[in-house]
């Protein structure tokens, strides 16, 4: 029996690029869902609804696909951090971050017509602390304004951390690969 097309629900390049590493055909469709966070809703909760919503608006377009929706949420000191999108607050942010932990939630959903499989992966890195000048150095080299958190620990980022905690250090950029690989397993897929 032929497996269905996997398709992830995201067109993120980074994503895109980590699912590539696990060597199954898939295809990036954009999920087209609205990411504002509802009333008294959790990190966890939001991350966890928003890779459901994604993978559910896909499959609505591809009936007889797996789908997989994810979404990644940074948080520090009850704090959400989003992605800073300007140098200026990449840099108000790096500043406010160090010395602190962060969490990275990652919101995970594999969904098809008849099942729906979710999880949620942490992941908890701890920034050193830094001068002014160099976050603003490593801001303006590295570009972090795309990313949750403001910071690429596959660039240059690496240089800001103190230490890193967690079961799958993919899930750091997006995509917690190990549960993913399991949860396509036992669907069937053919991983090495």
Not at 33 to 53: C, I, K, M, N, Y
């Amino acid at each position: 029996m032929a497996l269905p097309e996997l398709i992830l629900a995201s067109t993120s390049p980074y994503r895109r690029d980590l699912l590539q590493r696990l060597q199954i055909p898939f295809r990036s469709v954009a999920p087209d869902v609205d990411e504002s966070p509802g009333a008294g809703e959790s990190p966890q909760e939001l991350v966890e609804r928003l890779a459901l919503a994604k993978a559910r608006a896909v499959l609505a377009r591809y009936p007889q696909a797996l789908v997989i929706g994810a979404d990644q949420m940074a948080c520090c000191a009850g704090r959400i951090l989003g992605k800073p999108g300007s140098s200026t607050r990449a840099e108000a942010q790096l500043q406010w971050m160090q010395g602190r932990q962060v969490e990275y939630l990652n919101g995970i959903a594999l969904v098809d017509a008849h099942t729906v499989e979710q999880f949620c992966i942490p992941y908890y890195v701890r920034l050193r602390s830094l001068s002014p000048e160099a976050i603003h150095r490593y801001v303006e080299k590295d570009q972090p304004l795309d990313c949750a958190g403001s910071f690429r620990s596959e660039g240059l980022g690496i240089a800001l951390v103190e230490s890193m905690e967690g079961a799958d250090p993919h899930a750091l950029m997006g995509m917690p690969l190990i549960a993913i690989a399991e949860a396509l397993r036992r669907r069937g897929y053919h991983l090495p």
